[in-house]
């Protein structure tokens, strides 16, 4: 985690200043400016992982109450700040948006309620929670934000998966979605947009995924040379949304390759972990915030590569922007306290009987 967001601050110095310049800041005005969200995120991560399990959920909970509720006001009091999506609250000085901590608030609060419906006598957890997902999706969706609802979607399903979903309920969610996309391309012009200019054979140079393509390819194995790239004069998010297409061109292949497998490493050494818990809501929410950590960033990658339709989403303590980085730390710091290692019976002893 730290290497990720050491190579975050590298990319900023080769990035930023060009917007720096623009908006009339010195050079490296927005690298301090993640500095200082990147220390936040890091304090912030130490000191939630060193938090018990059920103190975890009970803040978890609390957040996610008033993420939900700050993202629902966003029509009302927040700014597109010219993007075309109302996602922040512009406070002066620094603008946040609720959606980032709305993430990890969620797969706590969907972990809670999963693993009470397990017990018995309690909640129907499972269909709640999808009831939560989906208002969730809703407000999202008005932003209009497809990338996060998306994602919040997703990490739901992989925690229903985890819990025991049915195949059958697994596959009538995944034709809804499809439909419910199908809607949306025929009802929302931006929806549309980003799915047409992805479908489209020609990539238009002009375009952001275009310059993020050309910089990928000009990069190749070794990269143009620090300070030699081109792409960060043209891309309006080079140092949030497209900072691997930076990287890709001023450091290539091997610097991608390296940050692709650091987001392996936690994802998959986070989820070896899980399957060894006995613990149900710390099995579920694990898995949740693992999942989300992994697939924003496979989402991040795979915009910038063309594999996926353009989103406006953050590379996880790489990418500039206070709310992902202090969100991310806030979400690493519940999976590092759920993860960390606890006297029980090994999950094997259930599944032998040794326990009984």
Known sequence: MIVLFAIGILLGFAASPPLAAKTGYPPFYFVTRQGVFGAMALIAMVVTSMMSPRLVRRLGV????????????????????????????SLGFVSVQPSEFLKPGFVIFAGWLMAAGSEIFGPPGKRLSFLAAIIIV????IQ????????????WAIMYFVAGAPMIVLGGIAGATALAGTFA?????????????????????????GYAANAIQEGGFFGVGVGG???????????TDFIIAVAA???????????????????????LRLIRERDMFIRLAGTGLAALFGMQALINLGVAARLMPAKGMTLPFVSYGGSSLIAAGIALGMLLSFTRTRPQGGIRDIVRGKVF
């Open 185 to 209: 391309y025929h009802s929302s012009e931006h929806f549309a947009r980003r799915i047409d200019g992805f479908l489209n054979q020609d990539i238009d140079p002009t375009t952001q995924i």
């Open 229 to 239: 790239g081109t792409v960060k004069w043209s891309l309006p998010d080079a140092h």
């Open 62 to 89: 609390l957040g996610f109450i008033l993420a939900f509720a700050a993202v629902a006001l966003l029509p009302v009091f927040g700014t597109d700040f010219g993007k075309g999506a109302t996602r922040w609250y």
């Open 249 to 271: 061109e001023e450091y290539g292949l091997l610097l991608v390759l390296a940050v692709i497998l650091l987001f392996l490493l936690i994802t998959v050494r986070s989820l």
């Open 138 to 141: 809703g407000f999202l969706v």
């Open 144 to 155: 209009p934000d497809f990338g996060q609802a998306s994602l919040i979607l997703a990490a």
